[in-house]
């Protein structure tokens, strides 16, 4: 395992301090399918999903997502993005999934949904504050191979239509699939060249299916590493660390590296879990106050909260029904009934 110089975790340390409040959250990334039309990409769990399934066909219920959204602003998680496979909603449907989004979260969000044209930009305006670029590597020949069917040119392009119409732009990057310390200055050039304002950095899930199935994980040490270059080099960068369950245990550390927030965590599946816990556990030990909560129920009147929506009356009913299947699975882990106190 790569020990990281603790020159280089201390500089960057300063750095946050010097930019960033003593603060940490979750950010939620809530996905609207599990089925995508480019589907091969080496690392992604769609690429495994049966062939003879349409990806118009893995869509979530409508009423899923939206009742996500509701948990979500209650909970105090940020929206780290809405994403699902590319090609799978028509403009038409994503346009009214946003409008209906913006209603429940009353703010613009970031978007996330493969490579978009200036018109469709143009027609996302008034809901989007940003685009996210699935860039996952910047190394020409590692991401001809790991992306096979999804090239850079395309995001590239649509970064620069963002820039002109003042949206903002993020992308997202994956450790532990091949690159190597000599692509930092790639990853730099890039995050200059389209003025990157946010970046999420992963680390490698080796998903049952993919050519990466047997792989190791990247260490700790090794996603801190890119994430504190970046802090430095970058220090008004936003920077996302994405953590698996199997990993919470490095947040400290990543913390430390000069990352703002934590995503990738099951949260709602795993809501008051000890991963859970360990997180909130590992935000202190970083030094940082966390906002919103990934183990306490807050008192809402949830019900309340649905029907004062601007939806039609049958729509609201299939939210209260599924925002109540999300309660009862988080009650559960609870174990207790919601004994809660903290309102937010
Ligand atoms: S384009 Fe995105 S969702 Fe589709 S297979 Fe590639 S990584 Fe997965």
């Avoid at 990281?4 to 750095?15: F, G, R, V």
């Avoid at 809530?30 to 769609?46: E, P």
């Avoid at 044209?117 to 590597?137: A, F």
């Avoid at 590296?257 to 995503?263: V, W």
Wanted: hydrophobic residues 40%.
């Amino acid at each position: 395992m790569d020990l990281i110089p603790p020159q280089l975790l201390s500089h960057a340390a300063e750095i946050y301090r010097q930019h960033f409040p003593a603060t940490t959250s979750f950010e939620r990334a809530i996905f609207f399918s599990w089925g995508c039309t480019i589907g091969d990409c080496q690392f992604c769990y769609m690429s495994t999903q049966p062939a003879d399934k349409k990806p118009s066909e893995t869509k979530r219920s409508v009423e899923s997502i939206l009742a996500e959204f509701i948990l979500a602003k209650k909970l105090g998680w940020d929206i780290g993005f809405f994403t699902g496979g590319i090609g799978v909603f028509s403009p038409a449907e994503l346009e009214f999934m946003l409008k209906a989004i913006q209603e429940i979260t009353g703010e613009k969000i970031w978007l996330s949904v493969g490579p978009l044209s200036k018109p469709l930009l143009q027609r996302y305006l008034p809901y989007i504050k940003g685009v996210v670029g699935s860039t996952e590597t910047i190394n020409p020949e590692l991401h001809a191979i790991v992306c096979p069917s999804k090239p850079l040119a395309p995001y590239e392009r649509m970064f620069d239509a963002a820039r002109e119409l003042q949206l903002r732009r993020a992308m997202t990057f994956i450790v532990g699939m091949g690159e190597t310390h000599a692509d930092l200055e790639l990853l730099k050039e890039f995050i200059r060249r389209y003025a990157i304002d946010k970046i999420h950095i992963y680390g490698l899930i080796p998903q049952q299916g993919t050519k990466f199935e047997h792989a190791a994980i990247p260490s700790p040490e090794d996603q801190a590493w890119w994430i504190a270059q970046l802090r430095i080099a970058f220090p008004r960068l936003d920077i996302q660390c994405g953590v698996w369950e199997d990993r919470v245990e490095r947040i400290s550390l990543l913390l430390n590296a000069g990352a703002n927030s934590i995503s990738k965590f099951r949260a709602t599946a795993l809501f008051a879990t000890p991963a859970a816990h360990e997180i909130e556990r590992q935000a202190a030990l970083g030094g940082r106050e966390f906002k919103g909560t990934l183990t306490t129920l807050p008192v809402v009147d949830w019900n309340a909260e649905v029907q004062k929506l601007p939806f039609e009356e049958d729509l609201k009913v299939r939210i209260q029904y599924k925002l109540e299947q999300y309660l009862r699975k988080m009650r559960e882990n609870i174990m207790i009934e919601i004994p809660v106190t903290k309102k937010i």
